[in-house]
């Protein structure tokens, strides 16, 4: 639910449904406070080249966002999958792994990860065109990843749409605005 307001940040011409769902593990921020993950990992352990990473839970969320698409009857076609941080590396494998190419791609503040797996699938999307953004002195997630990731969308055909942005580990209101942009054309 911590990004539940974007969808009041959009407004557009053709109706839209939005679903936000929650990564399934809590995980503590601060004392008093959790928040949701789709997987556990250990920033420190991690090496600051995230690409040959796979996430021993991921095939678990994979399945978990499957069903719930699946269950709901919804047409690959007029689905856009996006999400921020550890959902946007999330939506980025959905969006690879997918019986079908969706409509977008949103990945916000993501990462390259399990290069070589998602070239596997990628040639199922060329000619697609997704949204990225990612900030540039974010401390989570190195902006690098994002750049490792659109570069490596760009190399396999798959048309990128990336902001850049002097910030951190956030969406400012210039990724909404071009994001809302990129939603309408697929809408």
Same mark, same amino acid.
């Given at each position: 639910?911590?990004?539940?307001?974007?969808?009041?940040?959009?407004?557009?011409?053709? @109706?839209?449904?939005?679903?936000?769902?929650?990564?399934?593990?809590?995980?503590?921020?601060?004392?008093?406070?959790?928040?949701?993950?789709?997987?556990?990992?250990?920033?420190?352990?991690?090496?600051?080249?995230?690409?040959?990473?796979? @996430? @021993?839970?991921?095939?678990?969320?994979?399945?978990?966002?499957?069903?719930?698409? $699946?269950?709901?009857?919804?047409?690959?076609?007029?689905?856009?999958?996006?999400?921020? $941080?550890?959902?946007?590396?999330?939506?980025?494998?959905?969006?690879?792994?997918?019986?079908?190419?969706?409509?977008?791609?949103?990945?916000? $503040?993501?990462?390259?990860?399990?290069?070589?797996?998602?070239?596997?699938?990628?040639?199922?999307?060329?000619? $697609?065109?997704?949204?990225?953004?990612?900030?540039?002195?974010?401390?989570?997630? @190195?902006?690098?990843?994002?750049?490792?990731?659109?570069?490596?969308?760009?190399?396999?055909?798959?048309?990128?749409?990336?902001?850049?942005?002097?910030?951190?580990?956030?969406?400012?209101?210039?990724?909404?605005?071009?994001?809302?942009?990129y939603i309408s054309e697929r809408l």
């Amino acid at each position: 639910s911590d990004l539940e307001n974007l969808a009041e940040q959009f407004h557009f011409q053709k @109706p839209c449904n939005w679903l936000f769902p929650n990564g399934h593990i809590s995980v503590p921020i601060a004392p008093g406070w959790s928040g949701r993950a789709w997987w556990n990992i250990k920033m420190s352990d991690l090496a600051s080249d995230w690409s040959t990473l796979a @996430p @021993p839970e991921m095939n678990v969320a994979v399945d978990k966002v499957f069903k719930m698409i $699946s269950s709901m009857k919804i047409d690959w076609k007029d689905l856009i999958i996006g999400g921020f $941080s550890q959902g946007a590396m999330l939506a980025t494998e959905v969006f690879l792994k997918a019986p079908a190419t969706s409509a977008g791609l949103i990945c916000l $503040s993501g990462t390259l990860l399990n290069k070589i797996q998602w070239a596997e699938f990628i040639s199922n999307r060329k000619g $697609s065109t997704i949204f990225m953004s990612h900030g540039e002195v974010d401390q989570v997630l @190195p902006h690098k990843g994002s750049i490792q990731l659109q570069k490596f969308f760009e190399e396999h055909g798959v048309k990128t749409q990336f902001v850049s942005f002097r910030g951190a580990h956030e969406i400012p209101t210039q990724v909404i605005q071009k994001m809302n942009s990129y939603i309408s054309e697929r809408l």
